[in-house]
């Protein structure tokens, strides 16, 4: 599977959007983007994914490069609650769950 | 109620015993994980079960022995604790391959002494 970069860590006040970059420039052509974020003490959670398309859902978007080899998450009114570690993934549909995490990015959200 | 719950929460123990952490989802999901978050708060799967059927092993030591009784259940057993096994274990499940999206649980805290 492809690897991620991400920074390590960024801020962002509370109310306003969250944007949070991911290379993956050796993203093979079947393989998705997946966004999963770590809330403090909790397990996982599945935010977002996509292929080549731009993807919209509740809790976020997900903007993907022509070339798919960047994407960038967007949290459109980050909350306090949205504090949390956020983890770019890419992985081919058949992965029976094996998802490479990589060390995400810590976001703070702040008043 | 909770998606995917795991037990215990925490567990503390002696190096040398032999411990399981239980694992049950009722989501009526066919596929189900074990994944260890190390002290650098890496995440890694350990297994994939489909249809109690292993999937995936990632070359865990023989002291980790999953046990799948049916599709909603899928428990951890671990002999002769390390006190290299500390770490949180999370267990997770899926439709099919996991294809749209992994359902967590909560965690449990190994830490051996």
């Known amino acids: 599977d492809a690897k991620t970069t991400q920074p390590p860590s960024m801020d962002c006040a509370e109310g306003r959007a969250a944007n949070l970059p991911c290379n993956h420039s050796t993203i093979s052509g079947n393989e998705y983007v997946y966004w999963y974020r770590q809330i403090h003490s909790q397990g996982p959670q599945y935010i977002i994914h996509g292929l080549k398309n731009n993807e919209t859902n509740e809790m976020a978007s997900l903007i993907i490069t022509e070339d798919r080899k960047s994407s960038t998450l967007i949290l459109p009114h980050a909350t306090l609650r949205d504090t949390a570690v956020y983890y770019c993934?890419?992985?081919?549909?058949?992965?029976?769950?094996?998802?490479?995490f990589g060390a995400g990015t810590q976001v703070v959200v702040t008043p | 109620d909770t998606a995917v719950s795991q037990t215990p929460k925490y567990l503390v123990t002696q190096m040398g015993n032999d411990k399981s952490i239980k694992c049950e989802q009722n989501?009526?999901?066919?596929?189900m994980y074990w994944y260890k978050q190390d002290s650098k708060k890496f995440l890694k799967i350990m297994f994939s079960y489909n249809n109690k059927e292993l999937i995936i092993n990632e070359t865990v030591p023989n002291r980790f022995s999953p046990k799948s009784p049916d599709k909603a259940h899928l428990n951890l057993h671990i002999n002769s604790l390390e006190l290299g096994d500390s770490a949180v274990y999370f267990c997770?499940?899926?439709?099919?391959?996991?294809?749209?999206?992994?359902?967590f649980g909560s965690g449990t805290q190994l830490s051996v002494l």
């Open positions: 989501l009526g999901h066919d596929t």
């Open positions: 997770a499940s899926s439709q099919g391959q996991g294809f749209e999206k992994l359902f």
């Open positions: 993934i890419v992985s081919k549909p058949d992965s029976w769950g094996k998802l490479q």
